[in-house]
Antibody, heavy 123, light 107 residues
Framework: QVQLVESGGGVVQPGGSLRVACAAS????????MHWVRQAPGKGLEWVAF????????YYADSVKGRFTISRDNSKNILYLQMSGLRAEDTAVYYC????????????????WGQGTLVTVSS | DIQMTQLPSSLSASVGDRVTITCRAS??????LAWYQQKPGKAPKLLLY???RLLSGVPSRFSGSGSGTHYTLTISSLHPEDFATYYC?????????FGQGTKVEIK
């Protein structure tokens, strides 16, 4: 069965950096694009970033462009999100999510989600 | 970028009621629309994609319809486990975007 397990969340000061990871299993990781989606406390869902199955391109929300970097290691089945220049408004639960379609070039819908990891930006 | 407007933001309903949630895109998205259900403290769950395609294992009381810029999610008869927050999401182009969510509460 598909499993996505996030790790690496925690408390970080404004302006700081943090890397969260997502370990994937139960499917051929290298065939699927992957996403990060976040949810601030009590708020709705916000798409953050997408990386193609073959790492050939990535896409970002305007709110994180230039500060966050999505990457993946297809040999280890791990997805990453490197966050820098963190702001209070980046405080959220960060979910990794699998794209439903195989080998798609653009972001699609999300058929499996991890349990999320909480990132808190506070001094 | 395409924006999604989801209405209502919340609704109260009883078990057995028929419920409809609407999502409107700022431009045509050619059925590139998904619906999710989220319960408190849990990750969202995909219900439908392609505007009307039910994911395997999702009860048939959930259905989706629409075209162009206007889409709806209908729950034909609310079950107790359906009380949750529902989100639409377009994936017509990058960046994909979610609607603001609709919280379905018990009347």
């Amino acid at each position: 069965q598909v499993q996505l397990v996030e790790s690496g969340g925690g408390v970080v000061q404004p302006g700081g950096s943090l890397r969260v990871a997502c370990a994937a299993s139960g499917f051929t990781f290298s065939n699927y694009g992957m996403h990060w989606v976040r949810q601030a406390p009590g708020k709705g869902l916000e798409w953050v970033a997408f990386i193609r199955y073959d790492e050939s391109n990535d896409y970002y929300a305007d709110s994180v462009k230039g500060r966050f970097t999505i990457s993946r290691d297809n040999s280890k089945n791990i997805l990453y999100l490197q966050m820098s220049g963190l702001r209070a408004e980046d405080t959220a639960v960060y979910y990794c999510a699998k794209d439903r379609g195989a080998e798609l070039l653009l972001p699609g819908s999300f058929d499996y989600w991890g349990q999320g990891t909480l990132v808190t930006v506070s001094s | 970028d395409i924006q999604m407007t989801q209405l209502p933001s919340s609704l109260s309903a009883s078990v057995g009621d028929r419920v409809t949630i609407t999502c409107r895109a700022s431009q045509g998205i050619t059925n590139s629309l998904a619906w999710y259900q989220q319960k408190p403290g849990k990750a969202p769950k995909l219900l439908l994609y392609g505007a009307s395609r039910l994911l395997s294992g999702v009860p048939s009381r959930f259905s989706g319809s629409g075209s162009g810029t206007h889409y709806t999610l209908t729950i034909s008869s609310l079950h107790p486990e359906d009380f949750a927050t529902y989100y639409c999401q377009h994936y017509y182009s990058a960046p994909p975007a979610f609607g603001q969510g609709t919280k379905v509460e018990i009347k």
